[in-house]
């Protein structure tokens, strides 16, 4: 039997732009499944290709770094960014943005490893403090919980779900 080991990569800016359909299919995957994630439906390639273009710009000008991880076949299955450009008094700070799991590949620890391998470089750029916001009662709350994240609070009526819903967000933060 041949095991293959889960593959985690750092995008640079070129790749992430050479890669963009990915990162689509992987994106419109989550907002289509209803996760809230800054988007509304209807949700098509070119809206989700202007979002990815921005994020290879953004990476270009070091603002935030980008993680993937790809399948056995060296698709992408998940990706995370750590926002690093913050005020100069919040130098040890990053926000964590767009943890994204395609729902063929859930539950099988992807966003785990992405997260800890998030930490890692958090780390390694001198970050001790990150922060975050997700959609109260998603998945993803359980999961931030679940991966020793502390749940500050939480703010009535943030953001729509895709569909127009209202809903509350749940603020975390993490200690490096
Ligand atoms: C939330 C999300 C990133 C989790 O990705 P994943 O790769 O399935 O997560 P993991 O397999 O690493 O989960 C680890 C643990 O977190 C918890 N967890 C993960 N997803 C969960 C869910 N939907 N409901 C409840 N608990 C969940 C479980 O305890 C899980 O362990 P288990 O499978 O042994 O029970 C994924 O569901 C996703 O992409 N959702 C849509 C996008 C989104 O909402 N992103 C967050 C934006 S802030």
Redesign the pocket.
């Not at 935030?64 to 399948?71: A, H, N, Q, S, Y």
């Not at 450009?85 to 943890?99: F, G, T, Y």
């Given at each position: 039997m041949t095991l293959v080991l889960p593959r985690i990569a750092m995008l640079d800016a070129d790749t992430l732009t050479t890669r963009l359909d990915e990162l689509c299919e992987v994106l419109e995957n989550?907002v289509q499944?209803g996760?809230s994630?800054s988007f509304m439906l209807p949700f098509d390639r070119d809206k989700s290709r202007a979002f990815w273009q921005n994020v290879a710009r953004s990476v270009a000008r070091n603002e935030r770094i980008v993680l993937v991880e790809e399948d056995a076949s060296g698709a992408i299955i998940?990706t995370v960014q750590l926002i690093t450009d913050q005020p100069e008094n919040q130098p040890h700070r990053a926000d964590v943005s767009k943890?994204?799991?395609h729902d063929s590949?859930?539950?099988?620890?992807?966003?785990?490893r992405l997260m800890t391998q998030l930490e890692t470089v958090a780390r390694n750029c001198g970050k001790t403090v990150l922060v975050?916001d997700?959609s109260t009662g998603?998945?993803?709350e359980?999961?931030y919980s679940?991966m020793g994240w502390q749940k500050v609070g939480e703010i009535p009526r943030y953001a729509l779900m895709p569909d127009g819903e209202m809903t509350a967000t749940s603020v975390f933060y993490k200690f490096l």
């Amino acid at each position: 039997m041949t095991l293959v080991l889960p593959r985690i990569a750092m995008l640079d800016a070129d790749t992430l732009t050479t890669r963009l359909d990915e990162l689509c299919e992987v994106l419109e995957n989550c907002v289509q499944g209803g996760a809230s994630v800054s988007f509304m439906l209807p949700f098509d390639r070119d809206k989700s290709r202007a979002f990815w273009q921005n994020v290879a710009r953004s990476v270009a000008r070091n603002e935030r770094i980008v993680l993937v991880e790809e399948d056995a076949s060296g698709a992408i299955i998940g990706t995370v960014q750590l926002i690093t450009d913050q005020p100069e008094n919040q130098p040890h700070r990053a926000d964590v943005s767009k943890l994204l799991v395609h729902d063929s590949a859930r539950r099988q620890g992807v966003a785990g490893r992405l997260m800890t391998q998030l930490e890692t470089v958090a780390r390694n750029c001198g970050k001790t403090v990150l922060v975050l916001d997700t959609s109260t009662g998603s998945g993803a709350e359980t999961f931030y919980s679940r991966m020793g994240w502390q749940k500050v609070g939480e703010i009535p009526r943030y953001a729509l779900m895709p569909d127009g819903e209202m809903t509350a967000t749940s603020v975390f933060y993490k200690f490096l």
